[in-house]
């Protein structure tokens, strides 16, 4: 008995070390990504201002916050062949390691009172640098985590979004603890560059876990193949179903970036007020996506993500208007959690498992990847900046619901195209 019980305790604890590394990588990834949009007005200060006054230096830096999206297909097409020739474990270090060197840019480039504009220009190479390592994240992060065990795919794949959810809640805990305890001088003076030097930590401790991790059973040796060349002749109809079904999370995501900058600028709430909300979305972001991905294994999948898209999608103008009406952090916070509830849980979180249902696990990190990064260009890294201009010049404050609305019905329109192909290929796909 105590013979066979050591093997299987092994297994375990390296399963764990496996999911633990994986998920930490795309930890990093959000905590960054949500950092960057807290800081957006702090940003404008310190690197895009040049003397110019008005909304330019805001803008500069929301677009700024959208360029790294730019280059996520590059990454997502490198490092998803990558992956899916060498290896899950393989990919995940390469992509936890260029993170990590664009995070640590982030936090030690001297503003723009130091080197003049090449501070923005140095800070738009680091987001590049980091939107290339994010690109080929999250398909091998969730190429890795779905083929633990495909009867609970969608609650192992829902993991990266609870760690993404703890990387939401302590990057906003932080936010908040600097302007709460920093004066806005300090703040200039470097103070905001605490949390992104916490964040330059949790780079090399991730890379190093992915290091001792183990490979996914379902890749067990190089594949001498071109993963692109076979998804542009056979999948391209999936991988624009994908698209458009990621679309969705996408923008909820960058949405909830956005709302502290909104519920500031827009809605001229404090600085700590704004991010009440955020703190509290961060917290259900990391309890729900296991739940409702746990539901969407042992039920119908697409349904529930149709419900849930359904019910966010029509609430989102009301919600809004609501809260346009009469601004607190209290109707802030109510607002951001109904999104997070509907999008980010009932929606978002059976996404990777969907899409490792509708990709052969023979190009499937590429794949994903291509596909997220897609989306996340077309429809996250500029949301921000979109909702910040359509605000500003229709004068419509609740303008950010419609645009929730239409993204809704095109992933709801596209979960519904993309249904066909999951059923005609479950029968040749692999684990």
């Given at each position: 008995?105590?013979?066979?019980?050591?093997?299987?305790?092994?297994?375990?604890?390296?399963?764990a070390?496996?999911?633990?590394?994986?998920?930490l990588?795309g930890?990093?990834?959000?905590?960054?990504?949500?950092?960057?949009?807290?800081?957006?007005?702090?940003?404008?200060?310190?690197?895009?201002?040049?003397?110019?006054?008005?909304?330019?230096?805001?803008?500069?830096?929301?677009?700024?916050?959208?360029?790294?999206?730019?280059?996520?297909?590059?990454?997502?097409?490198?490092?998803?062949?990558?992956?899916?020739?060498?290896?899950?474990?393989?990919?995940?270090?390469?992509?936890?390691?260029?993170?990590?060197?664009?995070?640590?840019?982030?936090?030690?480039?001297?503003?723009?009172?130091?080197?003049?504009?090449?501070?923005g220009?140095?800070?738009?190479?680091?987001?590049?640098?980091?939107?290339?390592?994010?690109?080929?994240?999250?398909?091998?992060?969730?190429?890795?985590?779905?083929?633990?065990?495909?009867?609970?795919?969608?609650?192992?794949?829902?993991?990266?979004?609870?760690?993404?959810?703890?990387?939401?809640?302590?990057?906003?805990?932080?936010?908040?603890?600097?302007?709460?305890?920093?004066?806005?001088r300090?703040?200039?003076a470097?103070?905001?560059r605490?949390?992104?030097?916490?964040?330059?930590?949790?780079?090399?401790?991730?890379?190093?876990?992915?290091?001792?991790?183990?490979?996914?059973?379902?890749?067990?040796?190089?594949?001498?193949?071109?993963?692109?060349?076979?998804?542009?002749?056979?999948?391209?109809?999936?991988?624009?179903?994908?698209?458009?079904?990621?679309?969705?999370?996408?923008?909820?995501?960058?949405?909830?970036?956005?709302?502290?900058?909104?519920?500031?600028?827009?809605?001229?709430?404090?600085?700590?007020?704004s991010?009440?909300?955020?703190v509290?979305?961060?917290?259900?972001?990391?309890?729900?996506?296991?739940?409702?991905?746990?539901?969407?294994?042992?039920?119908?999948?697409?349904?529930?993500m149709?419900?849930?898209?359904?019910?966010?999608?029509?609430?989102?103008?009301?919600?809004?208007?609501?809260?346009?009406?009469?601004?607190?952090?209290?109707?802030?916070?109510?607002?951001?959690s109904?999104?997070?509830?509907?999008?980010?849980?009932?929606?978002?979180?059976?996404?990777?498992?969907?899409?490792?249902?509708?990709?052969?696990?023979?190009?499937?990190?590429?794949?994903?990847?291509?596909?997220?990064?897609?989306?996340?260009?077309?429809?996250?890294?500029?949301?921000?900046?979109?909702?910040?201009?359509?605000?500003?010049?229709?004068?419509?404050?609740?303008?950010?619901?419609?645009?929730?609305?239409?993204?809704?019905?095109?992933?709801?329109?596209?979960?519904?195209?993309?249904?066909?192909?999951?059923?005609?290929?479950?029968?040749?796909?692999?684990?």
């Amino acid at each position: 008995m105590a013979a066979t019980a050591a093997p299987a305790t092994v297994r375990d604890a390296g399963q764990a070390r496996t999911i633990l590394a994986t998920v930490l990588g795309g930890a990093l990834e959000w905590y960054d990504l949500l950092l960057y949009g807290l800081f957006s007005v702090t940003f404008s200060r310190l690197f895009f201002s040049s003397g110019a006054g008005g909304a330019r230096p805001l803008l500069l830096s929301l677009g700024s916050f959208g360029v790294a999206f730019v280059v996520r297909p590059l990454g997502a097409a490198w490092l998803g062949s990558w992956t899916d020739r060498h290896g899950r474990r393989s990919g995940l270090i390469l992509s936890s390691a260029l993170m990590t060197i664009g995070t640590g840019a982030v936090a030690l480039i001297p503003d723009s009172r130091s080197i003049g504009p090449a501070a923005g220009l140095l800070l738009v190479v680091s987001r590049l640098l980091q939107g290339f390592a994010a690109g080929g994240e999250f398909g091998s992060a969730s190429a890795m985590l779905a083929e633990r065990d495909p009867a609970r795919r969608g609650f192992y794949a829902s993991l990266q979004w609870s760690a993404s959810g703890f990387s939401v809640t302590l990057a906003a805990f932080l936010a908040w603890c600097v302007h709460h305890f920093f004066s806005d001088r300090q703040i200039d003076a470097g103070a905001w560059r605490l949390p992104f030097l916490f964040g330059l930590v949790m780079g090399p401790f991730a890379t190093w876990l992915r290091l001792r991790s183990a490979e996914s059973a379902v890749f067990s040796r190089r594949e001498n193949h071109t993963p692109l060349r076979e998804i542009m002749r056979g999948d391209k109809r999936r991988m624009i179903l994908a698209i458009g079904t990621v679309g969705l999370g996408a923008t909820g995501s960058a949405l909830n970036v956005y709302m502290p900058t909104y519920a500031r600028t827009v809605l001229h709430l404090s600085e700590t007020g704004s991010l009440f909300g955020t703190v509290v979305s961060g917290i259900l972001s990391i309890v729900l996506p296991p739940v409702f991905a746990g539901l969407g294994d042992r039920t119908a999948r697409r349904g529930l993500m149709i419900t849930a898209a359904t019910i966010g999608g029509l609430a989102a103008w009301p919600l809004f208007a609501w809260l346009a009406a009469a601004p607190s952090a209290t109707r802030l916070m109510l607002v951001q959690s109904v999104f997070i509830v509907c999008i980010y849980g009932g929606y978002y979180a059976s996404v990777p498992a969907l899409m490792a249902d509708l990709f052969p696990a023979r190009n499937r990190a590429s794949a994903i990847a291509l596909s997220y990064a897609a989306s996340q260009l077309l429809f996250g890294g500029f949301t921000p900046l979109l909702l910040s201009l359509l605000t500003r010049r229709s004068g419509n404050l609740p303008a950010p619901g419609l645009y929730l609305l239409a993204m809704s019905v095109l992933s709801i329109s596209c979960l519904c195209l993309a249904g066909p192909s999951i059923r005609d290929g479950a029968a040749r796909r692999s684990t």
